[in-house]
């Protein structure tokens, strides 16, 4: 009391004490002697306007009792447990106190607990009690709670009657539950019940007034305190089996297509840190670490940095992929979308006898190739175009990937950039996929119900066209192009050889593909496929400037 009367610089009454939010930037010296920059978020008890105290929290060294302390005010306060956490949180210091105010305390405890004091400070000191202020009205509990004995029968069942154990007849070894059992049971734990026509009316102890506030709690404290093995079991009825929707079957149809290529599932953690690469990101309000501050916008940080662990460990091969959400904000709304993201560095070697070549690590090509046995597996044709534009990716090496007309995701190697980032110095290929996009066009009918087709009773015929275009053509494109203009004679197109150098210009590439034609129930002629022949290199002439390599 001394302390505080030099704080406020005069004879402290209680109106001085208040309750405020500090101010951003505020420094409080706690009774720890650490001195604590507070932000407008931290509750603080105050004497004359000046801080004395986190509230629920910490005391502070300028008011603190002391050996040669005569006089004391002694306080009993109730803190919002929000505000407490928030406070312990932003200052980084949890105490006993605070622990005790985060689980919530009823507001009826406060009397006790200072008249509780006072007299154990009565007992070991000789003291004078001068006067006594309550700032505020106690809140009572609320309404008492009504309890009905036909919802606890309905919930709770049969009991197991003792007396009946030995019958031979199962049934009648269980009763209902009694007026008495019940009433001692909640007379256990510190309630009181007041008879109604249907049940009770219970009034919680102050003890329990955070965790029993509903009927359905006391229904629960009545099954612990009897014993939940004393209770008959009975499953609903009818139990009819449940079963997964075609959108489930096909995720779990992934997974096991991805396996069945040589990659790995993981799972890694929705909560990331706020130092995520290229990203904006999303933090949340309640972070436990920095570590885990932010919802994650992307699967490809944490996929390169196991990549890199795993290289670390002299694990060279790491195959890798994950179905999991992502998110990011649209209009100030915060989007979650679901999506499959991988990782392919080196290649599968059993052993090291199978290094055959010193470049054993996958191409492009190669890579490309293993989600190519996924989507073949699930029906799907998907189509590549030049990615260039993308800065975690290699220009030149990546593509955006296309289905039924739509861009769905990526796929291409490291950009060298982010691999020096890294710390990487081998090839690295990273994937992304929007699941929806794929679970929607892998249950198309045609292609979730298998149906038989005849097998072709006519032979096919085969032409090469070898074509001189620009190289930077996309030869898928120009594949997708002759299959358009030649329906429906074309039934496949394999592009067989691609040469550039010798007598070409340096601009230019030659480009073999070989077109196989065949009807569907008649024979082909020469008179049937020259007309559509000619017309695919007229077409490919006018569309792509297209000549026939002599």
């Known amino acids: 009391a001394d302390l505080l009367d030099e704080i406020a610089n005069k004879k402290v009454s209680a109106n001085d004490f208040g309750i405020r939010k500090s101010k951003q930037g505020e420094k409080f010296e706690g009774v720890d002697g650490k001195i604590y920059n507070l932000s407008n978020k931290v509750s603080i008890i105050t004497c004359n306007d000046k801080p004395i105290a986190i509230a629920g929290v910490l005391g502070s060294s300028n008011s603190s009792v002391r050996k040669t302390t005569t006089r004391i005010w002694l306080e009993a306060a109730l803190f919002s447990p929000k505000a407490v956490r928030v406070s312990s949180r932003e200052i980084g210091k949890r105490t006993d106190s605070s622990s005790r105010y985060e689980k919530g305390i009823s507001s009826e405890m406060t009397l006790f607990s200072a008249n509780r004091a006072i007299d154990l400070l009565k007992e070991n000191f000789n003291c004078n009690i001068l006067q006594r202020y309550i700032s ?22 049969k009991i197991l009657d003792k007396n009946k154990i030995n019958a031979k007849d199962e049934k009648s070894t269980y009763r209902d539950i009694s007026d008495s059992e019940i009433q001692e049971s909640l007379s256990l734990i510190g309630c009181k019940l007041s008879k109604t026509k249907t049940g009770w009316l219970v009034n919680s102890p102050p003890n329990r007034v955070s965790d029993l506030k509903r009927d359905i709690d006391l229904i629960e404290e009545i099954a612990r305190l009897i014993g939940y093995d004393n209770f008959n079991s009975n499953l609903p009825a009818p139990l009819v089996p449940g079963g997964l929707n075609p959108y489930q079957k096909a995720e779990r149809r992934i997974r096991h297509y991805f396996c069945s290529s040589g990659f790995h599932e993981i799972t890694t953690f929705s909560l990331v840190s706020d130092k995520n690469l290229l990203d904006t990101t999303i933090k949340i309000k309640n972070p436990l670490l920095s570590e885990t501050s932010c919802l ?100 030149g090496k990546s593509s955006t990937l296309f289905i039924e007309g739509k861009q769905f995701g990526f796929f291409g190697q490291l950009h060298p950039n982010k691999a020096e980032y890294y710390g990487i110095k081998e090839k690295l290929f990273l994937f992304e996929l929007k699941l929806n996009q794929i679970l929607s066009a892998s249950t198309r009918r045609n292609k979730w119900i298998t149906t038989f087709k005849d097998y072709p009773t ?18 898928l494109s120009i594949k997708n192009f002759i299959s358009k203009v030649g329906r429906p004679l074309v ?25 196989i034609y065949r009807k569907k129930k008649d024979t082909l002629t020469e008179s049937d496929i020259l007309p559509v022949h000619e017309n695919i290199l007229k077409k490919l002439k006018s569309s792509y400037s297209a000549e026939l390599r002599t």
């Not at 106690?138 to 919802?151: A, Q």
């Not at 052993?351 to 070549?357: E, F, I, L, P, Y």
């Not at 496949?492 to 077109?515: A, M, P």
Request: charged letters at 30%; a negative charge; aromatic letters at 8%.
């Open 136 to 157: 505020r009205k106690i809140e009572s509990n609320g309404n008492p709670i009504n309890l009905e004995k036909n919802k606890i029968k309905k919930i709770l069942g």
């Open 296 to 395: 994650r916008t992307n699967l490809w940080d944490e996929h390169i940095k196991i990549c890199k662990r795993n290289y670390a460990s002299g694990q060279e091969n790491c195959w890798l992929f994950e179905i999991g959400n992502v998110y990011y904000l649209s209009n100030e709304e915060i989007i979650e979308t679901g999506i499959i993201g991988g990782a392919i560095l080196g290649s599968r070697l059993i052993g090291k006898w199978q290094d055959t070549d010193k470049n054993k690590n996958l191409d492009y090509y190669e890579a490309r190739g293993l989600l190519t046995s996924v989507f073949s597996a699930l029906k799907l044709n998907v189509e590549d175009k030049e990615l260039n534009d993308n800065q975690l990716l290699h220009p």
């Open 458 to 475: 006519v032979p096919s015929m085969e032409r090469d066209i070898c074509i001189v275009v620009d190289n930077s053509i996309n030869t």
């Open 491 to 515: 039934e496949n197109i394999e592009l067989i050889d691609r040469f550039e150098g010798g007598n070409l210009s340096s601009k230019k590439v030659s480009l073999t593909y070989r077109i």
